[in-house]
Structure formats: structure tokens, C-alpha cells
């Protein structure tokens, strides 16, 4: 690299740092601390924050559409569609991404069966991500989106949610297949 090069490159850092510290307001005197201001980005009580804000619009949204959303223990929002419960969970750190989860037992599926029809629905089914925990206790099934503002979970929420219905399926149907050319009957998956 040429000296030149590295001089314009300084000199253009440089002349950035200046001009974003021109634009920050001088700090406030201590003695004039107001204890009603809004959390200060980047903290513990500014994450907590958005996560309460980000709870109560997913509430909301969920109430609105007829369903009955519960905050679990995590935080997490809770929903039940066709008898299977769904969560949303909550980043404080990154409200413009939006998760939808659902977890299923498929503890008594051979695990080889299980890998090819997990495989196979990640290859088949756009947008969804299923995979197998460490711990084998579930099939997680996830559809998730980086949005440009929080609010616009609205416009992609059902469409996420066919995602998932849609793995779901696929994932049944893969391990009915192996399970009939095992020789061995098709097995309900439990939602977790």
C-alpha cells in the first residue's frame, strides 16, 4: 500500500471522528441528573426497555389477530395455533429481529431418521430453520426475519407462520416415509 494511499485513508478516518464528535451535545452537569430521562442506550435498564416495549407490541398484535399470548418465565411471548405452542422470543439487544419458534419431542425417532428429515426440510422449505438440540429433546422449528423497524413484524407474521406449518409438515412426512421403509409405524410428535 503507498504512502499516499495511507495518508488520504488517515486523513478521511480523521475528518470523520471530527466531524460525529462535532455533533455530540456537551454532557450535562452531574448535579442535574433527572431520574425521569429514558434509559441511556446500551444498558441493562435500556435493553430491559425494549424488551417490555417489544412484549407488549407482540401482545397486542397477537390479541388483535384472536389469539392468547402469555409472557413465559424467559420473557418469551407464548401462543398456541392448532394445538401447538409457539414462542416468540424477546431481544432487548436487536428489536428488528423477529423470531417465531416451535419445538417438538421426537425422542422415540431413531436419531439417523431424524438427521435425514431435518436435512431434508432445510433444504426444501424456504425460510425455516429446524434443527436438533445438543440434548435431543426436541426438533426446533424457526422462522425468523431482520426487519427495518420493529412494527413491521405485522406485515410477515402469518407468512412466517405457514413457514413453520409448513416444515412441520414436511418433517412428518419425511419420517412417516423412513418409518414405513423401516417397517415401523408413523409416531406422533408432541409439541414441547
Given at each position: 500500500?503507498?504512502?499516499?494511499f495511507?495518508?488520504?485513508?488517515?486523513?478521511?478516518?480523521?475528518?470523520?471522528?471530527m466531524?460525529?464528535?462535532?455533533?455530540?451535545p456537551?454532557?450535562?452537569?452531574?448535579?442535574?441528573?433527572?431520574?425521569?430521562?429514558?434509559?441511556?442506550?446500551?444498558?441493562?435498564?435500556?435493553?430491559?426497555?425494549?424488551?417490555?416495549?417489544?412484549?407488549?407490541?407482540?401482545?397486542?398484535?397477537?390479541?388483535?389477530?384472536?389469539?392468547?399470548?402469555?409472557?413465559?418465565?424467559?420473557?418469551?411471548?407464548?401462543?398456541?395455533v392448532?394445538?401447538?405452542?409457539?414462542?416468540?422470543p424477546?431481544?432487548?439487544?436487536?428489536?428488528?429481529?423477529?423470531?417465531?419458534?416451535?419445538?417438538?419431542?421426537?425422542?422415540?425417532?431413531?436419531?439417523?431418521?431424524?438427521?435425514?428429515?431435518?436435512?431434508?426440510?432445510?433444504?426444501?422449505?424456504?425460510?425455516?430453520?429446524?434443527?436438533?438440540?445438543?440434548?435431543?429433546?426436541?426438533?426446533?422449528?424457526?422462522?425468523e426475519r431482520?426487519?427495518?423497524?420493529?412494527?413491521?413484524?405485522?406485515a410477515?407474521?402469518?407468512?412466517?407462520?405457514?413457514?413453520?406449518?409448513?416444515?412441520?409438515?414436511?418433517?412428518?412426512?419425511?419420517?412417516?416415509?423412513?418409518?414405513?421403509?423401516?417397517?415401523?409405524?408413523?409416531?406422533?410428535?408432541?409439541n414441547v
Amino acid at each position: 500500500m503507498s504512502k499516499r494511499f495511507c495518508l488520504i485513508s488517515m486523513a478521511l478516518v480523521i475528518g470523520f471522528v471530527m466531524a460525529g464528535c462535532a455533533n455530540v451535545p456537551a454532557a450535562a452537569p452531574e448535579s442535574s441528573a433527572d431520574t425521569t430521562a429514558a434509559p441511556v442506550p446500551g444498558t441493562d435498564a435500556a435493553k430491559q426497555a425494549a424488551k417490555r416495549e417489544l412484549q407488549s407490541r407482540y401482545v397486542e398484535y397477537l390479541r388483535q389477530e384472536g389469539y392468547v399470548p402469555s409472557i413465559d418465565d424467559d420473557g418469551d411471548i407464548r401462543f398456541i395455533v392448532s394445538e401447538y405452542i409457539y414462542f416468540i422470543p424477546i431481544d432487548g439487544n436487536d428489536p428488528s429481529y423477529f423470531q417465531i419458534v416451535l419445538g417438538l419431542t421426537m425422542d422415540t425417532v431413531p436419531l439417523e431418521e431424524l438427521i435425514g428429515a431435518v436435512n431434508s426440510v432445510n433444504r426444501s422449505v424456504k425460510a425455516a430453520k429446524v434443527s436438533i438440540p445438543p440434548d435431543r429433546q426436541a426438533v426446533i422449528i424457526t422462522a425468523e426475519r431482520i426487519l427495518d423497524k420493529p412494527d413491521d413484524f405485522k406485515a410477515v407474521f402469518k407468512r412466517l407462520l405457514l413457514v413453520i406449518k409448513t416444515a412441520a409438515e414436511r418433517l412428518f412426512s419425511q419420517l412417516n416415509e423412513s418409518g414405513e421403509r423401516r417397517g415401523a409405524g408413523s409416531e406422533e410428535a408432541k409439541n414441547v
